[in-house]
């Protein structure tokens, strides 16, 4: 059983690694059919997992800000709530949908909720880990220096790892699929803007 498992993670792990962008995989929408992500494809895509109960939930405003000014060249934004970072995600799909609608207005694609790290992670978020690890937090900002040691506390290795560490970890990926930025929570929005702005104008 153990060996069989680990044959099964490790042919996720490869099939992950052998993509050349995101159009080969699928992600379950609210209504439970799995949704290819070629269907963005000529887009700029701005992947997110989100949590409704953190200190980081404000960014919500600031993305749906991001999809109202780009949208129209060719911005999407994908939402995956995830319930892994301190329970702050823990109301059904229904009640995400509602408080996210009731105290930010937004209007991007979102999806069930998921699992983004540990072997029940959804292949897409292994894929996008594989391709822009965890590079470290931004320790010349308040933010940044707060996370790592919070997270520092709670495991003295965790920055070896390309685990996602937190709600609004963002994966940036090109018109062509290809994963090319990731912005931790920490990272200032303008930042994302500027980026996205970036391979827009490509």
């Known amino acids: 059983m153990k060996r069989t498992l680990l044959l099964a ?9 052998a993509q050349r962008n995101i159009y ?14 070629a269907e963005y494809k000529g887009k700029v895509v701005l992947i997110v997992n989100t949590a409704t109960h953190c200190g980081f939930t404000p960014q919500y405003t600031a993305l749906q800000q991001l999809y109202d000014k780009y949208r129209d060249q060719g911005l999407v934004i994908l939402d995956f709530p995830c319930n892994q970072f301190g329970e702050q995600a823990s109301g059904n799909i229904q009640e995400i949908n509602n408080f996210c609608s009731a105290n930010f207005s937004t209007t991007f694609q979102r999806f069930d909720k998921v699992m983004v790290n540990g072997r029940d992670a959804t ?20 933010m940044g220096r707060a996370m790592h040691a919070m997270l520092l506390r709670q495991d ?4 070896r790892s390309s685990d996602i560490k937190w709600n609004f970890t963002k994966f940036l990926c090109n018109r062509k699929g290809k994963p090319v930025m990731r912005f931790e929570p920490t990272a200032d929005m303008t930042e994302v803007e500027a980026a996205i702005v970036s391979l827009l104008n490509k």
């Open 156 to 159: 003295a290795a965790y920055a």
């Open 123 to 142: 292949p897409l978020f292994t894929y996008l880990k594989k391709k822009l690890p965890f590079r470290g937090f931004d320790l010349n900002t308040e």
């Open 9 to 17: 993670l490790a042919l996720i792990c490869l099939t992950a690694m």
């Open 24 to 37: 080969g995989f699928t992600a379950r929408g609210q209504g439970g059919r799995e949704i290819p992500m």
